[in-house]
Nanobody
Framework: QLQFVESGGGFVQPGGSLRLSCAASGVTLDYYAIAWFRQAPGKEREGISCLNGVGGNTDYVDSVKGRFTISRDNANNAMYLQMTNLKREDTAVYYC????????????????WGQGIEVTVSS
């Protein structure tokens, strides 16, 4: 059973950067499609970034393109979301997710989820 522990969230000023991490245990992330989701206060959860289980194809929601980067580290069995030029509207609880399949998507059809971590962007 794949389990995640998320870290790296917190408070940051607009224009700042954060890197979210999800350490996986139970199984290796090899061949898992991975993704990051977020849920802002009063809004529905949205998929913001994903990476295929095989190969390097990624997808991003328009609002984070050019600012966020998803990656995986198979050696450390972890996945990351590097966030730069953060904006107030990026304030949300962020979730990592994974599913044992080839193709990723920004839909919430993932079997395994992290516990969520808060990111607050404010001056």
């Amino acid at each position: 059973q794949l389990q995640f522990v998320e870290s790296g969230g917190g408070f940051v000023q607009p224009g700042g950067s954060l890197r979210l991490s999800c350490a996986a245990s139970g199984v290796t992330l090899d061949y898992y499609a991975i993704a990051w989701f977020r849920q802002a206060p009063g809004k529905e959860r949205e998929g913001i970034s994903c990476l295929n289980g095989v190969g390097g194809n990624t997808d991003y929601v328009d609002s984070v393109k050019g600012r966020f980067t998803i990656s995986r580290d198979n050696a450390n069995n972890a996945m990351y979301l590097q966030m730069t030029n953060l904006k107030r509207e990026d304030t949300a609880v962020y979730y990592c997710a994974a599913d044992h399949r080839f193709g990723c998507s920004l839909k919430g059809d993932y079997a395994f989820w992290g516990q969520g971590i808060e990111v607050t962007v404010s001056s």
